[in-house]
């Protein structure tokens, strides 16, 4: 089966969150199943990191939005990778989003539609004249008009969409419809229309064949009031119609302390005289004081989301029973701000770096006893599966994919609510755990012992396609 896996970061190329983690593992899980073949914008970044393009057609001009050409290369791997040029939208510096300051770009409308528009031609066969796809896999809403775009042509090519994070939602004024070429009476409820804006997201949510996202619970938790969005009419529809899968998120197997190369000391299970060599060096690097306490890393993009204020708020008791934070991620400025303050305030024993750098992640999970991922809500989550496989006990809110990937008691700590009780709570029993040796060796083994391969998620993105081609076939 040939797929069009349409993403707009990538591990290999672009990071942003953890849609790159994803994108760069979940096609290269489901290579030796099906012909996939990975999207991207030709982004300034990307376009000078491939060594060899090979154009192979180009999109008209549509609306608002410019011609393009789209070219054909591969990941180091031989993953085969199509990039959308057109370096008016995208040779732009900052990142996938927005320029430097992290301000959105204003035509985001005009990049993301130009994206999706290609993405749905290039499925059709139209571009690339050696290959169309029997089935698109678009990822959030950069992607998520590529569904309507082939609705739009009156195309039957099936199509999924998979939600990572229904907090973003592409929000445009009702003259973006104009811009990106979409027909006026899309303009409504049961189509783009949002309160009065054009949303991308519900492009893909209405037009797709069927959506998935990245947890059986938070497929559950989005057509609710309370996590929904907004939208949870129209997925409890889906729903009900079983036409929204959650599908747990996996990660690589690079995530093994016995062979990554980025730590201070590779480990196993057992040789905590290892980890403890990895805790020195982050107490090190970091400036912070010798202490036999633990240490409790934060590691995630810096958003509300992610409940940061939650780990500032219970700072001041952490360090009094004797831990220590160590926080790296970058994000909103209050948040970043917050944070330095924080660190500014006791140098001693709380330690930030503002930015994101995978070998500085990866000594965080080694060097750490506990992980915090306090998370107002959480969709898949990723970080609590590192910490996991490198030892680090995760604190985390019982909600999306922590509640399914945290075992509480035996592999980590699960908390009921996202507030600052509740929070401590969870904390406290790490504590507790922390002072009584044997079971925290018993937790930090059977954290280290789960594999939270790629191979499962594989298999059921595979059958889903499967199963969402068939009836095309059929007809
Ligand atoms: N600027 C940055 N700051 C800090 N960390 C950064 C970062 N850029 C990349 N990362 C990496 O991304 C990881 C965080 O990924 P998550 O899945 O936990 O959250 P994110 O909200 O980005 O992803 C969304 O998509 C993923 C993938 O489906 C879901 O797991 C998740 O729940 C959903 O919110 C970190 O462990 C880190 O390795």
């Given amino acids: 089966m040939r797929v069009l896996f349409i993403t707009t970061e990538m591990d290999d190329f672009v990071r942003v969150g953890g849609l790159a983690a994803v994108s760069a593992a979940l096609p290269r899980a489901l290579r030796r199943r099906s012909d996939v073949r990975v999207m991207l914008p030709g982004y300034r970044d990307i376009v000078e990191q491939l060594t060899h393009i ?7 001009a549509l609306a608002e939005m410019p011609a393009c050409s789209v070219g054909r290369a591969a990941t180091k791997d031989g993953l085969p990778v199509y990039v959308l040029l057109c370096p008016q939208l995208y040779d732009r510096p900052g990142n996938p989003y927005g320029d430097e300051s992290g301000q959105d770009w204003p035509d985001n409308d005009i990049r993301f539609g130009r994206f999706a528009s290609a993405a749905a031609e290039l499925a ?73 804006h054009v949303s991308f997201l519900k492009g893909g949510l209405v037009y797709a064949s069927h959506l998935t996202t990245v947890s059986a619970t938070y497929a559950k938790e989005i057509t609710t009031r ?16 079983d036409q929204l899968t959650g599908i747990l998120n996996g990660i690589d197997e690079s995530w093994d302390p016995r062979a990554c190369a980025q730590l201070a000391q590779t480990f196993g299970a057992g040789d905590w005289a290892g980890k403890q060599a990895n805790a020195d ?13 633990p240490i409790f890393a ?11 204020d939650l780990v500032l708020s219970a700072a001041d008791k952490i360090i009094d029973a004797g831990g220590q934070i160590v926080v790296t991620g970058s994000g909103e400025p209050h948040i970043e701000k917050a944070l330095v303050e924080a660190h500014l305030r006791r140098p001693d024993a709380i330690g930030v770096v503002i930015g994101f750098n995978d070998g500085q992640a990866r000594r965080m999970f080694a060097g750490s006893d506990f992980t915090l991922m306090p998370s107002r809500f959480e ?47 969870g904390v406290q029993r790490a504590f507790e755990a922390f002072r009584a040796k044997d079971r925290l060796d018993t937790m930090r083994r059977n954290a280290m012992a ?26």
Wanted: charge should be positive; proline fraction near 5%; hydrophobic fraction near 40%.
């Fill in 54 to 60: 090979d154009i192979v057609g180009q999109c008209d």
């Fill in 124 to 196: 059709l066969g139209k571009v690339d004249k050696n290959w169309a796809a029997d089935l698109v896999h678009a990822n959030d809403w950069q992607a998520a008009l590529t569904p309507a775009y082939l609705a739009w042509k009156g195309a039957k090519v099936p199509s999924i969409l998979t939600i990572h994070n229904l907090a973003y939602q592409g929000l445009f004024p009702p003259d973006s419809l104009r811009r990106i070429g979409a027909p006026e009476s899309s303009f409504h409820i049961d189509g783009l229309e949002f309160y009065d």
């Fill in 226 to 241: 309370e996590l929904g969005c907004g939208l949870e009419g129209l997925l409890k529809r889906r729903s009900d119609a």
């Fill in 281 to 293: 060096y982050v107490r090190k690097q970091f400036g912070l004081a010798l202490s036999r306490g």
């Fill in 298 to 308: 934060l590691v995630a993009r810096l958003v509300h989301q992610k409940g940061v």
């Fill in 379 to 425: 969709p898949c989550g990723l970080s609590q599966m590192y910490a996991q496989r490198f030892g680090s006990l995760p604190i985390g809110h019982q909600t999306g994919g922590l509640a399914e990937t945290i075992k509480d008691g035996e592999t980590g700590f699960l908390f009921s609510k996202p507030s600052p009780e509740s929070f401590l709570g």
């Fill in 450 to 475: 789960r594999s939270f391969s790629w191979d499962l998620s594989a298999a059921c993105y595979n059958a889903l396609y499967r199963k969402t081609v068939a009836p095309s076939i059929a007809a």
